[in-house]
């Protein structure tokens, strides 16, 4: 199905390749700066999305790619979901259209000061944090990788700043993007399908959020992280670095003394206390550091630093507690795609475990998880259309391990095997496609069925 409008193709054909969030904002958005739009995508495009095209005269198509239109472009955006090794990308970089993200593109079109946050792992959280802490005393939106696009934003309301969660394929098709203040989570090998099955090549992804900035603008990193500290020791940045540790005491930057976390920025110091901050977990108290230092720069209030840290009720599908039954406490933390997540869910489990765990693996290494295994879990749920991996992994560490292909299938199954003191946590190390729409999906059939036992 598609709207042809009578005007042709002139000077200014904009193509965006995906139909979803991303690709429909800036379609909207490229229509209002004199574009001449057409959105195509191979998969059927949700009706919601399609209802937005027809009803603002902007060409599309679904279930199908016209190669002669789609080559015809002065400009083509592609979805972050689009690989490059797709023979129609080929052809379009083959034939030197300019290809950019939705970040690049929307970026041309505003003056907000922009906060973009990357990594492997904690990216949602630090993100939706960061917005959190600012939005009590500054006008700023969140986009990117969540909630309304960016471009969208920008074209009904463009706040006075952004917060951007930005994934490595987003980053992967900007030209100038340059965020004021740029904050890299962590680095462990994740998405390497598209890379190459190079770590090196997703490394050098995440740092192209650097790559733009000069000595006005902020570099904040995990400096525990040995990834970020090779790459930076072999690569010059232009911003100004504010390291954050748990481990090391630092003059620029943010630290863990004792329970206090210490944030100083040009000689100017905060004392946050890490007692009350609303997320468990060490992890969460970087995500906590990263988005405080954030605030600092951005002049916020001590005092509304320390509240917002307090009250933060943090994301959907991390760590989120869904119901204790039967003196059992269930966890969904389907946002866990990748095994560096898990690490960090299993880590910060207290008492005896029952863990779902499976999908689909992107080259997973699960000898990380091993000390955890051995400590905290007594039975695993494989769920997934191929479990081999995973019963070879971990068969010999359990007593128990079972393999299922539903959630309620699985969530049944924890039910059976917890006792009261225990808890079941849905942490799958894996990508959601084979059995879920998303993670979103998977998080939410987890949370109907532990609320249907």
């Not at 090794?85 to 970026?107: D, M, N, P, T, Y």
Request: charged share 25%; aromatic share 8%.
């Amino acid at each position: 199905m598609s709207f042809s409008s009578e005007e042709g193709f002139k000077k200014g054909f904009l193509v965006i390749l995906g139909g979803g969030e991303s690709g429909v904002g800036t379609a909207l958005l490229g229509k209002a700066k004199g574009y001449n739009v057409f959105v195509s995508d191979k998969g059927k495009i949700k009706n919601k999305y399609k209802d937005v095209l027809l009803n603002n005269k902007i060409e599309f198509e679904d279930e199908q790619h016209t190669e002669s239109k789609i080559l015809n472009a002065d400009l083509i955006m592609k979805s972050p979901g689009i690989p490059d090794k797709v023979a129609l990308v080929k052809q379009i970089r083959e034939a030197g259209i300019k290809v950019v993200s939705e970040i690049e593109f929307a970026s041309n079109y505003t003056d907000a000061t922009l906060v973009g946050i990357t990594g492997s792992n904690g990216k949602t959280t630090t993100a939706t944090l960061t917005h959190h802490l600012l939005r009590q005393e500054l006008d700023v939106g969140l986009a990117g990788n969540i909630g309304d696009s960016f471009a969208k934003q920008i074209l009904e309301k463009n706040y006075d700043n952004y917060v951007l969660e930005i994934s490595s394929f987003q980053l992967d098709d900007i030209h100038s993007f340059r965020p004021k203040i740029a904050i890299l989570t962590n680095i462990t090998p994740d998405h390497l399908d598209r890379y190459d099955y190079k770590f090196e090549n997703y490394i050098a992804s995440k740092f192209r959020i650097v790559e733009n900035q000069t000595a006005d603008d902020y570099f904040i990193y995990d400096a525990d992280d040995e990834v970020i500290l090779e790459w930076l020791k072999t690569n010059s940045i232009q911003a100004k670095a504010l390291p954050f540790s748990l481990t090391k005491v630092l003059e620029e930057g943010a630290y863990l003394d004792t329970n206090k976390i210490i944030i100083t920025i040009d000689n100017n110091q905060i004392i946050m206390p890490t007692d009350n901050i609303s997320l468990e977990g060490k992890h969460n108290i970087k995500n906590a550091m990263a988005a405080s230092t954030v605030a600092h720069l951005l002049k916020i209030r001590k005092q509304t630093i320390r509240e917002s840290l307090e009250n933060f009720q943090g994301v959907e599908h991390r760590l989120e507690h869904v119901l204790k039954i039967n003196k059992v406490q269930y966890i969904n933390d389907s946002k866990a795609t990748n095994v560096n997540a898990t690490y960090f869910a299993l880590e910060s489990m207290d008492a005896p475990t029952v863990w779902i765990v499976g999908g689909v693996d992107k080259g997973n290494n699960y000898k990380e998880l091993y000390p955890f295994i051995n400590e905290k879990v007594k039975a695993i749920i494989c769920l997934g259309t191929a479990n081999e991996k995973l019963v070879e992994a971990f068969g010999n560490m359990v007593d128990v391990i079972v393999e299922t292909q539903q959630m309620n299938e699985a969530v049944k199954m924890a039910y059976k095997l917890a006792e009261a003191g225990d808890s079941v946590l849905l942490s799958p190390a894996c990508a959601s496609f084979d059995l879920f729409e998303n993670y979103e999906d998977r998080g939410r059939q987890f949370k109907n069925a532990v609320r249907n036992l």
